[in-house]
Each structure stands twice: as structure tokens, then as C-alpha cells.
């Protein structure tokens, strides 16, 4: 017959409302007592004994005797969720780790180890003694052993002892459970957790980068030869032998540095152990054994002098390494070139085929070391997400595919394939290069996966972005040798006529790229210069129109006095971008907000740095008018425009501006307006746009208040850009004067 059950409030825990709340609310017949010793052999109920300090005395003596314990967290929890109180055998303080079973390794004192245990269980958790698929997370003290490699194996979390104690510092928050990621990631054991590493035959800065990875993932560093030393990292290209004096208890190549950070465990050192080079074996030598190897050295020696003979005559350099394809595909290349009368041709034309073969089966290798890896399921997660892997290699198939049927036909002619697969490629590399380098600044696991693959000899210790950028250096290096090729061909082969086309191919491939990406770069300044401008049209953004040059100037002209026309207002500055075919004029703002502000904020967005004034088309500039420099007057312009098509008014319009750079730079400013305006309305003479004028023809009343306006303008153009000129004076003249000017310029210039 069941038993009923009561609760024992033990010690201060029965002054807490929230306790005797929740008792109330389970319906719990409770009594408080200051020990609870004295309910230890009443056998009419069933008695729970609810203790707040696990580490008492009171609870020490109630669990010697065998005592039914809770927690309060307990009792909160499950008048909450309105069930009954859990029956078990120990002491149960909360229920933080109800779901979690633990295992323990790299632990040598016992009673941290019994500690760790006692909370465990005090927080629900289970433990078992060996690392079975049952277990959720390993608690390590270190990064060897059969059970810290079985966790990496199954991707199970493995982590420090602090997990356990953070989790019994906060096991009076209900809410605060163990299996919480952002925790588990908090206390994760690094992959170099108390190891010592110490690096031998690299660099000054490669050991001194290596040394700070080592700190940030949790390992300490040493020099060679240290005793507290645990791991010799060695660069296996760079050192063959170690001496007696080196020993440490791991020596591994420097690919297990690597791999260790890319899957943020330590990885298994018996898989990259460093294996020194084997020395001949020594036998006792008798005289016919001496005999023999006399004989050996001798065949051996003639050998050699045969095979360095042989070399002499060949005017080749050494070849590089091949795979056994390559050696099969250098026998049956010599078929693909005629016979020639010259037999060091046609080897020589053979060898250049092998060469341009071995180039294309290159580009293969690349694309499969590095981008397969990445998609697929790493341990401890992707690498990179999918949307820098999308930005690194999605203009690489097209390259791999034309290069895969380079390679399987070599006289078939692919121009039109390249120029379609090479200019995206081409411009989209910069963006390509930018994205490689971020993400192998800010995620460790990638750049230990691009120094993974950089150790590889198929990459010959070249990065992803000297690999990627290497389709568009092999352009150069196949018309080099194709250039080569056709000198040393006949020009009564058959093949010399198609050398010669293939080669014009190429070059002509070679200038679309480049030509594809001017344009491509063009285009992102003309939209960057777009995207700074406020209230510009829209159809300024075009494919045809390119940046050309952008200054800086101060409008002289006053329209309200009938002297010039102006954009804004006399003395105000106003910068000319020009186009190609336009010339766009726009005010910057004195005071607008950064442009560089986090993406995170919830402001609104920020000012635009210009305003947008007016687009004037270049075809509706009649001349560029060039002030004569004076003592007053400093690097001043005018433009002559023709009149609006909305205004009534068909007289001509003038605008006069100073630039704020020097002279000799509106010199070439001119000239390159004028050859536009020039190029835009179809017209051979550039001389005949540009007019010199003195500046008494172009004179400018100057009032008190309009040459204030015109030193404060002055003024702030020299703060800004610090090359501002004398200020502009000019002497009164009647109004006519301007006038006349205008008309004169006008009926001389009319086209």
C-alpha cells in the first residue's frame, strides 16, 4: 500500500513564499523543520525533504541516512507545469541536465572527478562511464585519448569542466539549461586546449602567425626543444631529418596544425605524424660482395653519363612531374602535328602541345580541391555558407569547361567560348578576391582549410587567389607559345596557316577582355558616382556613357544683374563631372550625414553627399571659352551653351566658372572638355571649340556685397581642397560689355 507523502521545509527554505506557494498549489501537506532529522524514521508517510544548500551540513547528514532530497527549483518547476514531484534515489536539486548524459576523460585527480559527477546528478544529468552513441556531450580535460577522438568522430559537443560548474552557479534560474548552444560554444574545448606547440623550419612570419592561431584556440606556445613542449610542428617540405638533440613526445607535419583548426578539434596525430627519411641499411662487406658492387657502380655510372649526354643534346629544359596520363598523353602528342622535315621541330612543336595540355588538365584539380570540399558536410560544421562559395566559384565552370574541351581537342578553335567565358570571370574577380579574403580573416576554420590546401603539391604552395587568377595568365602563356610554335614552323606546313589564325585568336580575345573589363569598371564608377548624387536622372546611368574627369569651380556669372547665366547663385561652388556625352553639374553639401554607418541601425538613411543641378548634353555646348590669365583674374572659363528648347528666350546662355586648381590643370581640363564635345557632336576640329578671351570682355560689376560673396566663397574652396588661387578681381565696365562679348563670341562661333 502507497505511502502518502509530505514535504520537509529544511532551514530557511520555509520562510520562502514562493516555495509555500507552490506547495499550496500542488496541494502538499508540508511541515518545516530545522535539520529534518526527526521525520528520518516516521514511517506513516513518505517524506521529501526540500534543502536550498547542497553543500550544508543539514543536507550532508540527511543524505548519510538515506533521505528522499529536492531542490527548490524543483518544486517551482513542477507546481508550474502542475505535476507531481520525481521519484528518485539521489539528491535532485534542479532539473538543468534532464536530458543531457555525460562522459568524463583526461580527468587524474578523483575528487574533481567526484565532484563534477555529484552535480551532474544533482542536476538531473546521467553519466556514463564509456563514450557510447547514448552519450550527449563529453566533459574534457584534455585533447588525447580514445574517447576524445570517438566524440570528434560523431560530432558529439565536447567541453570543459566550467560548463558544469557555470551551470550549478545558475541552478536556481528555471529558464537556464545546459543544452543551450550559445552555451555549449561558450565553454567548447578549443583544439589546442593545454597543448604545447612548437613550430620548426618555418619563417619568421609564418611562425609567428602560426603562434598567434595557436593562442587564439586555446594552446600556449614554446621554442624547440622546450620540455614542456607536447607537440613539434615541422614544415615536412622545408626539414627531411631531425637531429638527436629535437624530441618531443608528438611530431606532426604542419597539415595536422591546419586541419586541427578547420574542424575545431584536435585532429589525430598518428594521420600526420612526421616520418623522417630512412637511411640505407649497412651490411658487412666481403670480397665478392665488394666485387659486385664495384661492378653496380660502374653500370650505374655509365648510366648517368648517358642520360646527362642525352640531355645536352636535347635543346629542351627538364621536364615538369607527370601523372602516368600525362606520360601516356606525351607519347601519342607527337601525332597531332604533320611530320616535318626537321626533326627538333616536330619534337619541339609535340612538347609545346604537351605543355598546353598539361595547362588545361591543371584547371581541373583546382576546381576539386578547393570548392567540393567546402560543399561538402565538414566536421564541425560548413566551412563557409553558401553565399561566399556562390561569390568565390560561380564563374569558374564556364573556365573549366572550355579549358576541359581545350584540352580534349587542341585544334579545334574555341575563340567565341572564351570571349563569352572570360570577361565575367575576369570582372567579377576583383569582388571574388575581396570576398577570399574577408572570409579568410574572420573565419579561422576557412583559412585553415586554404593552408590545408595550400601544403597540397597540386597546389604548389600557392593560395586560392594566385590560383584563381591563373585562367587569365594562361592567355598570355598560350600565345607565347604558340608564338614560339609558329616561328619555328615552315611557312609551307600545313599547320602554319592555322597557327596563325589560332594566334590571331587569341590576341583578339585577349584585347576583348580587357576591353570588357574597362568597361565593367566603368560602369561601377559611373554608378558609384551616380549613387552620390541626389535627384540625378535616372537615364544618366547608361552602358554607353563613361566617367570621364570631375573638378571643381565657382560660378562668377550673376544672371540677376543680365551678367551671365548661372546654375545656383553667384560665388557658390558646384562640381562638373564629366561624361562622355554629358557633363553633369551638381552642389555638394556642406553638411550631410556619413555614409558609413553599421547596417544593424534603425535610422533613416543617410544624406547624399550631392545635389543634383542640371545634366547638360556636351552637344549643347557651341565653345569653351579660356580666360587669359592676369593678375586678377586666375584660371578662369566660361561655357557658351546654346538656349534651353523649353525657354523663349533663343539667346545664347554663358556661364563663367574658376576653377580651384591651378592652371595648368584647367589646361588640360579644357582640352579634354573640348575633344568630347568634339566627339559627341561628330566634329573632327577640336581647336575650333575653344576660344581664348581676355577678361575685360567677360568684366563683372563688383558690388561691396558681391565680392564678399565671392571671398567667402573663395575662402571655403581653400579650406576644402587647400588649392585655391589669388581671389578674382575685376574692374567695372559698363553692362554692354558682357553683352557685346557674348555677341561676339556667339556670331564667330556659330557652327
Known amino acids: 500500500m502507497a505511502l502518502d507523502a509530505q514535504v520537509c521545509l529544511v532551514g530557511e527554505i520555509a520562510r520562502r513564499d514562493d516555495v509555500l506557494k507552490a506547495l499550496k498549489k500542488m496541494k502538499m501537506p508540508y511541515v518545516s523543520s530545522e535539520t529534518g532529522k526527526e521525520f528520518l524514521k516516521d514511517r506513516s508517510c513518505e517524506t521529501v525533504h526540500v534543502v536550498d544548500d547542497f553543500e550544508s551540513y543539514e543536507f550532508t547528514d540527511l543524505h548519510v541516512n538515506g533521505a528522499r532530497i529536492l531542490g527548490p527549483p524543483i518544486i517551482l518547476k513542477k507546481a508550474e507545469e502542475d505535476e507531481a514531484l520525481p521519484c528518485c534515489n539521489r539528491p535532485l536539486f534542479c532539473q538543468q541536465m534532464t536530458t543531457i548524459v555525460v562522459c568524463f576523460t583526461g580527468f587524474t585527480r578523483k575528487e574533481q572527478l567526484k565532484r563534477l559527477g555529484e552535480l551532474v546528478h544533482h542536476m538531473g544529468g546521467s553519466i556514463r562511464k564509456d563514450m557510447t552513441s547514448s552519450v550527449t556531450h563529453l566533459v574534457a580535460n584534455s585533447t588525447s585519448g580514445q574517447k576524445y577522438r570517438y566524440a570528434v568522430s560523431l560530432g558529439k559537443p565536447i567541453v570543459k569542466r566550467d560548463w558544469v560548474e557555470h551551470i550549478w552557479e545558475r541552478r536556481a534560474d528555471l529558464g537556464h539549461l545546459g543544452s543551450d548552444e550559445e552555451l555549449i560554444t561558450r565553454y567548447k574545448v578549443a583544439p589546442f586546449f593545454n597543448l604545447v606547440l612548437s613550430f620548426h623550419g618555418f619563417t619568421e612570419d609564418e611562425k609567428k602567425h602560426m603562434e598567434d592561431q595557436t593562442t587564439s584556440q586555446g594552446g600556449s606556445f614554446s621554442p624547440v626543444g622546450d620540455p614542456t613542449c607536447t607537440h613539434l ?11 638527436t638533440d629535437i624530441c618531443c613526445p608528438r611530431i606532426v607535419k604542419q597539415e595536422w596544425f591546419w586541419a586541427s583548426i578547420q574542424i575545431d578539434a584536435c585532429a589525430d596525430e598518428h594521420i600526420y605524424k612526421f616520418e623522417m627519411a630512412k637511411t640505407p641499411r649497412t651490411f658487412k662487406m666481403t670480397p665478392t660482395s665488394i666485387h659486385s658492387g664495384r661492378k653496380r657502380r660502374l653500370k650505374d655510372s655509365i648510366a648517368a653519363l648517358s642520360q646527362t649526354a642525352d640531355q645536352q643534346d636535347t635543346p629542351l629544359p627538364p621536364r615538369k612531374r607527370r601523372s602516368s596520363a600525362r606520360d601516356a598523353m606525351s607519347v601519342s602528342c607527337s601525332s597531332i602535328l604533320d611530320a616535318t622535315q626537321t626533326p627538333d621541330n616536330t619534337f619541339f ?8 595540355d598539361e595547362e588545361e588538365e591543371e584547371e581541373e584539380w583546382c576546381y576539386e580541391v578547393f570548392k567540393e570540399p567546402l560543399e561538402q558536410e565538414q566536421t564541425g560544421g560548413p566551412i563557409l555558407a553558401k553565399g561566399d562559395i556562390k561569390t568565390i566559384f560561380s564563374k569558374i565552370p564556364d573556365i573549366c569547361a572550355v579549358h576541359q574541351r581545350l584540352k580534349v581537342d587542341l585544334e579545334s578553335s574555341y575563340a567565341n567560348d572564351m570571349r563569352e567565358a572570360y570577361p565575367p570571370f575576369v570582372n567579377y574577380f576583383e569582388m571574388t578576391k575581396h570576398t577570399i579574403q574577408k572570409c579568410d580573416k574572420e573565419l579561422p576554420r576557412f583559412h585553415a582549410f586554404l593552408k590545408i590546401c595550400q601544403s597540397k603539391p597540386e597546389c604548389g604552395r600557392q593560395g586560392l587567389t594566385e590560383l584563381l587568377i591563373r585562367p587569365v595568365q594562361r592567355l598570355p602563356s598560350m600565345i607565347l607559345l604558340l608564338s614560339d610554335l609558329f616561328k619555328r614552323t615552315d611557312s609551307s606546313h600545313p599547320d602554319h596557316k592555322h597557327l596563325e589564325k589560332a594566334l ?17 569598371e566603368c560602369r561601377t564608377q559611373l554608378f558609384d558616382i551616380i549613387n ?47 561624361f562622355s556625352d554629358t557633363l553633369e553639374i551638381c552642389k555638394k553639401r556642406s553638411k550631410y550625414a556619413s555614409s558609413h554607418k553599421s547596417p544593424h541601425t534603425t535610422t533613416k538613411p543617410s544624406q547624399k553627399t550631392h545635389k543634383h543641378i542640371e545634366l547638360l548634353p556636351l552637344s549643347h555646348i557651341r565653345r569653351v571659352l579660356d580666360v587669359n590669365e592676369t593678375e586678377t583674374c586666375h584660371s578662369a572659363f566660361a561655357l557658351l551653351c546654346k538656349p534651353l528648347m523649353e525657354s523663349s528666350s533663343r539667346l545664347d546662355r554663358l556661364y563663367m566658372f574658376a576653377l580651384t586648381i591651378g592652371n595648368e590643370a584647367k589646361a588640360d581640363w579644357l582640352k579634354t572638355l573640348c575633344h568630347h564635345i568634339a566627339t559627341a557632336t561628330c566634329k573632327t576640329d577640336v581647336d575650333n571649340f575653344l576660344c581664348t578671351i581676355d577678361p575685360e570682355e567677360l568684366e563683372i560689376t563688383k558690388t561691396k556685397y558681391e565680392q564678399g560673396t565671392i571671398n567667402k566663397a573663395v575662402r571655403a574652396a581653400k579650406k576644402a581642397t587647400k588649392k585655391v588661387g589669388r581671389t578674382f578681381s575685376f574692374n567695372k565696365t559698363p553692362r554692354r560689355s558682357v553683352n557685346r562679348a557674348v555677341s561676339s563670341v556667339s556670331t564667330v562661333s556659330a557652327p
Open 233 to 243: 610542428v615541422i614544415d615536412e617540405n622545408v626539414i627531411k631529418e631531425l637531429t
Open 349 to 356: 612543336a609535340a612538347t609545346i602541345i604537351c605543355d598546353l
Open 504 to 520: 590571331e585568336s587569341l590576341k583578339g580575345v585577349a584585347e576583348h577582355i580587357n576591353e570588357d573589363r574597362r568597361k565593367a
Open 532 to 578: 552620390d548624387i541626389e535627384g540625378v536622372p535616372a537615364d544618366l546611368l547608361s552602358a554607353h556613357r563613361t566617367f570621364i574627369q570631375r573638378i571643381e569651380a565657382i560660378e562668377l556669372a550673376d544672371s540677376h544683374t543680365g551678367k551671365g547665366d548661372n546654375f545656383t547663385e553667384k560665388g557658390s561652388s558646384v562640381s562638373m563631372i564629366l
